[in-house]
């Protein structure tokens, strides 16, 4: 049993935690003793310049706890300008020199302080920082625009850089991921490899239950502005039009003021369920009582929830953007339209609610490759294989 050091996001929803969660378990299940390293970020006090400044005056640099049910350091998330703040995880010292290290995390960042170690660590990345940066611009965050602009923006690039280059091995969250990597840093090929997130196929299971009144489905972190709840809700309000009985059920967050009032303004308030953050067997049942996924995001290293869907036997009309390439084969098990494109995601819904048989073809589809490609025991055979590669006889 060797000790392991999982640099990641702080623990909690979404894809990056679950990607975590995924590594955590595996490391488990053959005897290593992980430990997830993170910046507390989530606890940092927003209400007033005095409660933050109460906070880290009382707030030790580091803290060992139990975090999402896994042992953790948690350090502090000091308000230093972006070259530094990814330093931050370095107070963990003698906790990074773990004989086993992973770095798991959207971009590469979260990986610097085992870059700067010069030691070996396993990287799995969802995407390039710049790709994001890019999504979130086109969805309106002005954060994300001007942050490109900023004098650290290319001290950011070069240490994403530094963190690809000493990587031991590197797993690209999707075949799109793999490509933007490899066409970015040609030399990083020979070390390169993409792993998608395993799917649990025993939970995730069909059960041929169609709901009446049938319903479209979305489950997402729809704060985020790149998952595009407004182009889905546009596109609803004109599907709606021809077939009066759909409803839309929108499952993972709860919904910003903005996109409630869009839901009244359309006219379809009534008609859409905002469900919130759901329990797992309730987030099983919506998927297997659906008609249609429908996945709008703008910009996406994989998109989890697609795997999710398409292991309960649903169909899935997605955008071209990024990771979901990778996974939705055109034509087989969903379709993929351009981005951002209302007329042609209108276009899609109705076309393939006009066509049951399809519809099921398709769910039968996506499960079937779910279980041939993405099932927990396939990724988790090629996430052994690079880590024993990293790490030889210790792991």
């Known amino acids: ?28 299940r053959v005897d290593h003793s992980p430990q997830v390293i993170y910046r507390a970020s989530g606890d940092v006090p927003t209400t007033s310049k005095w409660a933050m400044l109460k906070y880290f005056l009382s707030t030790p640099p580091l803290r060992a706890l139990t975090k999402d049910s896994m042992p953790a350091i948690a350090v502090a998330d000091y308000p230093l300008p972006p070259r530094y703040q990814y330093h931050l995880l370095r107070l963990a010292g003698s906790e990074l020199t773990a004989p086993i290290a992973v770095a798991v995390s959207g971009s590469s960042h979260v990986g610097l302080p085992l870059a700067l170690a010069d030691r070996p660590y396993v990287l799995w990345v969802a995407t390039l920082y ?42 690209g969250l999707s075949p799109t991921t793999t490509e933007q990597i490899a066409a970015r ?30 319903y479209l489905l979305l489950t ?64 099983v049942q919506l998927y297997q009582r659906a008609t249609l996924f429908v996945f709008p ?21 997605s955008t071209r953007c990024g990771g979901p390439q990778g996974i939705v084969e055109n034509g087989v098990t969903g379709l993929l339209i351009p981005n951002n494109d209302e007329a042609a ?33 396939h990724i988790e055979a090629e996430l052994h294989a690079a880590f024993a590669d990293a790490f030889g006889n210790v792991y």
């Not at 009985?245 to 359309?266: K, W």
């Not at 995001?297 to 009309?317: H, K, R, T, Y």
């Open 220 to 283: 997402a972190r729809i704060r985020d502005p790149r998952k595009n709840v407004g182009l889905l809700l546009r596109a609803f309000a004109k599907v709606h039009v021809e077939f009066p009985r759909l409803r839309l059920v929108i499952a993972g967050d709860e919904p910003l003021p903005a996109t409630q009032a869009l839901a009244t303004q359309l006219g379809v308030d009534s008609w859409v369920d905002f469900a919130g953050h759901v329990s797992i067997d309730h987030l």
């Open 345 to 377: 995601l209108t276009q899609s819904i109705c076309e393939l609610l006009g066509q049951p048989a399809q519809l099921k073809a398709m769910g039968r589809a996506g499960r079937e490759k779910i279980e041939e490609q993405f099932a927990r025991e």
């Open 1 to 28: 049993m060797a000790k392991a050091a999982l640099l990641t996001l702080e623990p909690g929803l979404g894809g990056v935690p679950a990607l975590a969660r995924t590594v955590y378990r595996m490391l488990t």
């Open 297 to 317: 995001s703008l910009q996406e290293g994989l998109g989890i929830s697609i795997l999710d869907a398409m292991a309960c036997g649903l169909p899935v009309i």
């Open 130 to 171: 710049e790709e994001e940066l890019k999504g979130r611009a086109i969805a309106g965050d002005e954060w994300a625009n001007a942050f490109m602009q900023h004098r650290d923006w290319p001290i950011l690039q070069a240490q994403e850089q530094l963190v690809y280059e000493k990587a031991s091995v590197i797993l």
């Open 185 to 214: 840093w040609p030399a990083l090929k020979p070390k390169l490899r993409t792993v998608v997130y395993p799917v649990d196929t025993r939970l995730f299971v069909p059960n041929n239950s169609i709901a009446d009144p049938p």
